[in-house]
């Protein structure tokens, strides 16, 4: 069981799915151009702070990742997931730090 099945089981197990959805968008999106768009956006510090061995990582409001990725991009990735725009910011809000570790991990052992 991966940790966003979990995260989602203690939280009523409504959003397991398009978690996992967000995942392979990221992935199919290419890491690299993830994380630029992350930097670009101002959410920089933050993305390096999920990536650290530090335990306080920074948060992102749903504010935050809305103006890092842009309308469009959300109103694409909402479709993908079959949820709302506002609900797809938050989700991302809430978990972006463990899906970029998950994709990021998943990224370094498919390189070995």
């Known amino acids: 069981m991966n ?13 397991a799915q ?11 999106s290419g890491v690299d151009e993830f ?3 992350l930097k670009q956006g101002g959410l920089s510090e933050e993305a390096q ?13 749903v504010e935050q990742v809305q103006k890092a990725l842009g309308k469009e991009t959300i109103q694409q990735l909402a479709l993908k997931i ?5 609900t797809a910011s938050t989700l991302l809000a809430q ?13 370094i052992h498919k390189n070995k």
């Open 3 to 15: 940790i966003f099945v979990q995260i989602d089981a203690a939280l009523g197990g409504k959003n």
């Open 18 to 28: 398009s978690i996992n959805k967000i995942i392979l968008w990221i992935q199919k």
């Open 35 to 37: 994380w630029d768009i």
């Open 49 to 61: 702070s999920w990536l650290s061995d530090e335990e306080n990582q920074l948060n992102v409001s």
């Open 82 to 86: 079959g949820k709302d725009s506002h």
């Open 95 to 107: 978990y972006l730090p463990q899906m970029l570790q998950t994709v990021m991990a998943s990224q």
